[in-house]
């Protein structure tokens, strides 16, 4: 017979359902504008050095290419912060999160987290910009453990990594602050 807290419950359970990403985003993901770029530069470059030389033309290339690069992240920056709010007003974020003292101490999960009242739900999702997949894993009865502290760049950018305790032992998850704040206002009820 099914246990009615792992079978019925795991089969009703959706998606966590995160904001689509544009086209755009999806473009960047794939790299396109940085092979374009690169081809771009790559095809100035001789000219350029028939004309100022070698390292000239190569300092120029590199700014040019580090100047185009920030434009992109610049026109790019709104679509991210639209699709983030819209992930926000559902309690949801996108983070890494581990099982405390795994024996895969440096395997981290990319994925996304639901805070809910007294529980926080983790769904993996499939490489680093890809969609959900797997099952939900719910934790019940989230308290925090250890403060926010700084992430490790390798695991998530910019971001910070607390320890919570759940019905399930104690979890990892590394976000950005607004996402932690965001999961203690939902989940620990601000402890």
Not at 39 to 57: C, D, K, N, Y
Not at 80 to 102: N, V
Not at 130 to 158: D, K
Request: hydrophobic share 45%.
């Amino acid at each position: 017979m099914d246990d009615p807290e792992e079978g019925p419950a795991r089969m009703r359970q959706q998606d966590l359902s995160p904001a689509p990403r544009g086209s755009f985003e999806k473009l960047q993901d794939a790299n396109v504008p940085t092979y374009l770029l690169i081809v771009i530069l790559v095809s100035l470059f001789s000219p350029l050095q028939e004309s100022i030389g070698f390292w000239p033309a190569l300092a120029t290339v590199v700014l040019a290419g580090f100047a185009a690069l920030q434009l992109v992240e610049l026109l790019l920056r709104p679509v991210k912060r639209k699709r983030l709010a819209l992930d926000a007003e559902q309690g949801l974020f996108e983070c890494a999160h581990r099982e405390e003292g795994s024996a895969l101490r440096q395997n981290w999960a990319l994925g996304y987290v639901k805070a809910e009242p007294g529980k926080v739900l983790f769904q993996a999702k499939t490489g680093f910009t890809g969609s959900v997949a797997g099952s939900v894993e719910i934790y019940s009865e989230p308290q925090l453990v250890s403060p926010a502290v700084r992430a490790p760049w390798t695991v998530f950018p910019g971001g910070s990594v607390i320890v919570l305790s759940t019905n399930k032992g104690s979890i990892e998850l590394a976000a950005s602050a607004s996402s932690l704040s965001l999961l203690t206002e939902r989940a620990l009820n601000g402890d």
